[in-house]
């Protein structure tokens, strides 16, 4: 198998809908399987002009206006929405693109941006994401004609007609997280992809065998489940080009070289064949500058055939 990479993206940092629909038909003609995007409201440094995108609300336009690219995000906020809303949301999304979506879903983690848009973070957020979990999947999983009902401490549904129904028989769902016991647990439990977002290089190999632990424990072979991991890219033809993409995110070369996929492409072509031989199937390429197609054709022309 092919280390599969995607495209990333952090809109809430400053992009409009154009920006990102850019960015998706582009990843769709070079030939990369998704165009994944954060979900976010506020911008992470910076003043975010002009202003946050929904996510499912873009991705509801992406799958109008692309064709054939998988659209997900990585991830959404189990505190953004509830549960019942969410699972009619991305089974809609799903119909509208003919069933190219994939849910990515998490506990939540900025506070800023929930106290800026008068959103409840309550301190512990695991509970609602597992319940979340078991709500989303069993609406969607309930046959047609058949009622969903669920009783947990977070939320209550009775007798929902669990409808919509996706056009995909099974959504993907991403789960991520770094706990060491009830994040592979829940993974292993609802998960066709376990993501690492942003780790230490050197810890990654290590992860995957707790996943693979946790999917044995429920009896779920390795193959079941795809190990991914999400880095920010910064690509260049020659050390010039890549300090120049460096210097367009604000980032220094020797850290992105350190913690990244980042540096000319041979680097590059290494750092990917190492997690590949760490056990990592899938790799999105975390791409800030949004203005750069250049940045992802070189990366398709020029990385990606040397892959496999």
């Keep these: 198998m092919t280390?599969?990479?995607?495209?990333?993206?952090?809109?809430?940092?400053?992009?409009?809908?154009?920006?990102q629909l850019a960015v998706a038909q582009t990843t769709e003609q070079l030939g990369f399987s998704a165009f994944f995007r954060s979900d976010h409201y506020l911008a992470m440094g910076g003043d975010g002009l002009p202003g946050?995108?929904?996510?499912?609300t873009t991705l509801a336009?992406?799958?109008?206006?692309?064709?054939t690219v998988r659209l997900g995000t990585l991830v959404s906020s189990a505190t953004f929405r509830h549960p019942g809303v969410l699972a009619i949301q991305v089974a809609q999304v799903d119909q509208m693109s003919g069933g190219r979506v994939e849910l990515g879903l998490g506990t939540g983690w900025y506070q800023a941006e929930h106290s800026a848009y008068g959103i409840p973070f309550p301190d512990k957020r695991f509970g609602l994401l597992e319940e979340q979990l078991a709500i989303i999947t069993g609406l969607w999983e309930t046959p047609v004609g058949e009622k969903f009902s669920f009783a947990g401490e977070h939320y209550q549904l009775t007798d929902s007609p669990a409808l919509p129904k996706p056009t995909q028989p099974k959504i993907p769902v991403l789960v991520g997280g770094g706990g060491p016991r009830r994040t592979p647990a829940l993974a292993a439990r609802y998960g066709a992809e376990y993501n690492q977002a942003f780790p230490e290089i050197d810890t990654i190999g290590a992860r995957v065998k707790v996943i693979e632990k946790a999917?044995?424990?429920?009896?779920?072979?390795?193959e079941s489940m795809v190990q991914s991991v999400a880095l920010v890219a910064a690509v260049g033809q020659d050390?010039?080009?890549?300090?120049?993409?460096?210097?367009?995110?604000?980032?220094?070369?020797?850290?992105l070289r350190e913690h990244g996929i980042a540096g000319t492409v041979g680097e590059v072509v290494d750092r990917l064949?190492?997690?590949?031989?760490?056990?990592?199937?899938?790799?999105?390429?975390?791409?800030?500058?949004?203005?750069?197609?250049?940045?992802?054709?070189?990366?398709?022309?020029?990385?990606?055939?040397?892959?496999?």
């Design 3 to 19: 280390l599969d990479l995607r495209i990333f993206t952090e809109p809430q940092q400053g992009a409009t809908y154009d920006d």
């Design 52 to 56: 946050p995108t929904d996510a499912w």
């Design 61 to 67: 336009g992406l799958a109008r206006d692309t064709s």
């Design 215 to 222: 999917l044995s424990d429920v009896g779920r072979g390795p």
């Design 239 to 255: 050390e010039a080009e890549f300090t120049r993409r460096a210097a367009a995110i604000g980032r220094e070369p020797g850290e």
């Design 273 to 308: 064949k190492a997690l590949e031989a760490d056990g990592i199937q899938r790799v999105y390429l975390q791409i800030l500058d949004l203005a750069d197609l250049d940045h992802l054709d070189l990366i398709a022309r020029e990385v990606r055939p040397q892959l496999g």
